[in-house]
């Protein structure tokens, strides 16, 4: 037996409420549910697949399901709150970018279709590269190659570090016309608010992109750096908690 099951075995023994709890339709039993989901957090056991950084483990699949397996054996009560556990808590918290773009078409009959190629790089606040489509298993790794076949690239990162990353987008190959793309970024992320132009700083060069952000322009950068209030979009009401970071910094 493997430390990790022993380890849950033996705290399972030792903590399942004896015989099940009662029904969770009722105040009791749903007192008894919640007491026994504290015991569990208390233990570090809440969530074992969420990272580190929001109370999980960041325990792999294996871990996982040698959890689950001692978890059935131990007749456990059921728990509180599944799809936040399983869908909403790991959605939220993972780091998922993405870049697509439509690229030219190529010519009939063509062996290799791509003509355009642009390339994403992800970079993390301790300055390790994630490539687009540089995967092992269901989560981006360090190393490898940039794809030049595919016109979508992802980089996924389910427990990412906490700090400032940075998104690069290369047009290593642009061998027809200009080539436009889509950039998405979801996750538990904002922008720096107020560092308008991108470059990680907050200073006058910023006013400029504001100024034009507001009168309708800038269409390159992100929005959400000039949203200071969280409304979802930039305008006049932004002007004040622009001035106060700008004169903060
Ligand atoms: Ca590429
Ligand atoms: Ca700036
Ligand atoms: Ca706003």
């Not at 009939?108 to 489509?133: K, R």
């Not at 570090?161 to 940075?166: I, K, L, T, Y």
Request: net charge negative; glycine share 12%; hydrophobic share 45%.
């Amino acid at each position: 037996m493997t430390t990790w099951r022993r380890e849950v075995r033996a705290w399972l023994e030792a903590n399942v409420p004896a015989g099940p709890l009662p029904s969770i339709e009722t105040p009791e039993g749903l007192a008894a549910h919640k007491e026994w989901e504290c015991r569990l957090f208390e233990a570090g056991y809440a969530a074992i697949h969420w990272p580190k950084a929001v109370g999980g483990m960041g325990a792999d699949l294996l871990a996982r399901t040698v959890f689950q397996e001692e978890y059935e054996r131990a007749a456990a009560p059921p728990r509180l709150n599944g799809i936040g556990l399983i869908v909403v808590g790991p959605t939220v918290t993972q780091l998922k970018v993405t870049l697509v773009w439509t690229d030219a078409p190529a010519a009939v009959m063509a062996g290799l279709t791509p003509i355009n190629n642009l390339n994403l790089s992800v970079h993390s606040p301790s300055a390790a590269v994630y490539l687009g489509n540089v995967f092992s298993g269901a989560e981006s790794m360090t190393g490898g190659s940039s794809d030049s076949v595919n016109n979508s690239e992802q980089v996924h990162l389910a427990a990412p570090e906490a700090g400032v990353w940075r998104i690069d987008v290369a047009g290593t190959a642009v061998n027809q016309d200009t080539q436009g793309y889509a950039l998405v970024v979801t996750g538990d992320v904002d922008c720096i608010k107020g560092d308008v132009n991108g470059d990680g700083i907050l200073d006058g060069l910023d006013v400029q992109e504001f100024v034009q952000i507001l009168l309708g322009g800038g269409p390159f950068f992100p929005k959400c750096a000039a949203d200071m209030n969280y409304s979802g979009a930039p305008d006049i009401m932004d002007v004040d908690g622009f001035v106060s970071v700008l004169l903060g910094a």
